[in-house]
């Protein structure tokens, strides 16, 4: 039987990851993938493929809509969907055969097949052919992920009602989209199913969509994605979806005391993710678990049995790989006598529309809620040379600074560009810095980025391109 230091039930971000510095530490390393491909739900059907979809939708609709704008004229522009999910598997496969190459030189074992801890201390290894084997491992860490919420009033049929993994390779763009659920998800998809031309609807619970961002950006990219043709249903509950004979769909809903019904070709089920735990841990080893089926960790990720961990979306908190990845990092660091942490403060969230959405720390909406003494600083990007030369000057950044000590703990932003411009904000935030630190840095001209400096200047009412109130 063999033996090692380490042992990683789950290669997603969080596990890979955890298994490349443990390996780096010199610890003996392995990991356990019950998929035949490395990555996770991350790589093989979650971040990487729809950001691809995204970005290959996003030149469609450049060149269909927007590059007249900039002189280029585009004439008879189609598409070839099939020539554009084949793409997409290409830039996964490159990921995730990266990440076998990366297991393979840093010298980690890496196992296919259903991971199980049968004891402490003991992993049970079943692959899909073949018998069972066992490994001995001084440290466990679980990072089996996650799996999409399924309602029972609407059971993924993998057909017409889908989740985000078939929602990435229709073999046509659905006449009707139905998309239940205004979170990234169901916004990103339904985002490229509309620029691919199907009639895309989305029916929100709450009276609002993207939870947990700034409400004032969320309401503008509501506006925008309306305008891109999404149309929405607020504060509308689905109480069913059946599927007719011939595989539309009906879903029926209610908004207030209004009954409303929507025909599709497809349904796109989005309300969220759960914990995926089962059949991970022999449950005699009493490994707890929280009201969600979560796994219950300390600070540094232990669970409440010696030698067994747990990180990523198994575990509390933000279900986002780079959470994860930061995670798997401290955690084999705790093991190998370091001190690993994660800033639970400052972990940004993105929604990869276009325009994006990006957030991290408190908003403005939430510190009204609390009574916190805050100051707010705001700068549009139609003010922002570089945005203009671009064509994309639509929406604004946005910070939350403490009103007292002006040490920034919000940042928000709404453009094509967020994803990238936040990783500033970050960086200035885990370092406790201030609006003022932010805005006195020299930022190059003339670059998007110059928008996040009059942002930073814009709380004390310093902001040069526009006035200040």
């Known amino acids: 039987m063999e033996k090692f230091d380490v042992t990683i039930i789950g290669s997603g971000p969080g596990g890979y990851v955890a298994a490349i510095r443990a390996a780096q530490l010199g610890l003996k390393t392995a990991i356990i993938e019950k998929d035949k491909e490395l990555g996770g739900t991350c790589l093989n059907v979650g971040c990487i493929p729809s950001k691809a979809l995204l970005a290959s939708s996003d030149h469609f609709v450049f060149a269909k809509k927007e590059a ?8 008879n ?6 020539k554009m999910l084949g793409r997409k598997d290409k830039v996964v496969k490159t990921l995730t055969g990266g990440v076998r190459a990366l297991m393979k030189g840093n010298k980690v074992t890496v196992y ?3 991971g199980s801890i049968t004891a402490a201390g003991h992993v049970t290894i079943k692959p899909t052919e073949g018998d069972a084997q066992e490994i001995e491992s001084t440290n466990i860490i679980i990072a089996s992920g996650s799996v999409p919420v399924e309602l ?29 659920g205004g979170g990234a998800i169901g916004l990103e998809l339904g985002s490229v199913w509309s620029r691919l031309g199907s009639e895309v609807t989305v029916l929100e619970f709450l009276p609002r969509i993207a939870l947990g961002f700034d409400l004032e950006l969320a309401n503008l990219l509501q506006r925008s994605l309306t305008a891109q043709g999404m149309t929405f249903h607020l504060e509308t509950k689905v109480e069913s979806v059946k599927v007719l004979e011939g595989g539309r769909a009906v879903a029926k809903a209610k908004k207030g005391d209004e009954e409303l019904s929507f025909e599709a070709d497809k349904v796109l089920v989005s309300v969220g ?44 908190g933000p279900m986002l790989a ?6 798997g990092i401290a955690c084999v660091e705790n093991i190998a006598g370091k001190s690993g942490h994660v800033n639970y403060d400052v972990i940004p969230g993105i929604i990869y529309t276009n325009p994006e959405l990006a957030g991290v720390g408190i908003t ?47 940042a928000h932003i709404l453009s094509h560009a967020a994803s990238e411009l936040i990783a500033e904000t970050v960086a200035v935030m ?11 840095t020299v930022h190059a001209h003339p670059t998007l980025s110059e928008a996040v400096k009059e942002a930073a200047l814009s709380v004390d009412k310093r902001a040069i391109h526009i006035g200040n109130r």
């Open 364 to 410: 403005e909406d939430f510190a009204k809620e609390k009574g916190m003494n805050v100051r707010i600083g705001k700068f549009p990007f139609r003010a922002n040379g570089r945005a203009l030369a671009n064509e994309d000057a639509e929406g604004m950044v946005k910070f939350v600074a403490d009103a007292e000590t002006d040490r920034l703990i919000g």
């Open 152 to 180: 029972p009033s609407m059971p993924f049929d993998g057909k017409t009602i889908v989740s985000s993994t078939e929602a990435l390779c229709f073999e046509k763009a659905p006449e009707k989209f139905l998309v239940i």
């Open 112 to 114: 296919q097949g259903m």
């Open 273 to 316: 993710r759960r914990a995926f735990a089962e059949g991970v841990v022999d449950k005699k080893i009493g490994v707890e678990l929280d009201e969600r089926g979560r796994i219950k960790v300390d600070p540094h990720f232990r669970t409440n049995v010696e030698g067994i961990y747990a990180i990523g979306d198994v575990i509390a």
């Open 77 to 82: 522009v189609g598409l070839d969907l099939g």
């Open 322 to 327: 780079h959470k994860a990845e930061e995670e």
């Open 68 to 75: 007249g704008k900039h002189g280029i004229v585009l004439d």
């Open 430 to 440: 885990e370092f406790g810095g201030s609006s003022e630190d932010l805005g006195r």
